[in-house]
């Protein structure tokens, strides 16, 4: 059998998100789908894994609710289950940055098509910013991008202190991720920091893989 993985997320106001965790629980164990998803008042985010027609109808649900609609979903397929449970969990934040008044549902960054990414950042004057933690970074990078250095995500606002510090200035800054949801938050802080022209590419790493040669 084969596993289809669904790896999803959205930023969209739910301030009745607890609501949520009993009905979408029950939806995922019915039809045989494990993993775990999270809820905030910020959004959804998780990775799922299931029969096709499992992860299908999970997903109609989830579009299905008023307040969240269409989200972004990546998938790719396994021969053996990846998940032993299912788990619905309610958070602070979907992705944790630590620091306050973020809100990519208020403000973030200019998203980047993966078709239009190589030619943005090859502008000399532009600064490249891998959002990823070390061991990620390690596993390979784009040409020229920064490394904060960071071991979880939460450390990220202090590297931005570091960097404003470093440049003096607040230069034009390009970042990048995995799925996408970790530069989408750190868009939103940077501009909170000042930060005028701030894009990120749009679903990560793996939508570019994706789309361009």
Known sequence: MTYTVA????FVSLPDFPALQQPLLDICQSNDVFGTILLAEEGINGTIAGPDAGIKAV?????????????????SYAETQAFHRMKVRLKK??????????DPNAQVGTYVDPKDWNDLISDPDIILIDTRND???????????INPHTTSFREFPEYVEKLKKEKGTKPKVAMFCTGGIRC??????????????VFHLKGGILKYLENVP
Do not use: C, H
């Open 7 to 10: 790896a999803l997320y959205k």
């Open 59 to 75: 997903l109609k649900w989830i579009e299905a609710r008023n307040e969240i609609g269409a989200i972004e979903v990546k998938f």
């Open 93 to 102: 934040e979907i992705v944790t940055l630590g620091a306050e008044g973020v």
């Open 135 to 145: 061991y990620e970074v390690a596993i390979g990078t784009f040409e020229g991008a």
């Open 184 to 197: 989408e938050k750190a868009s939103s802080f940077m501009l909170k920091e000042g930060y005028d022209e």
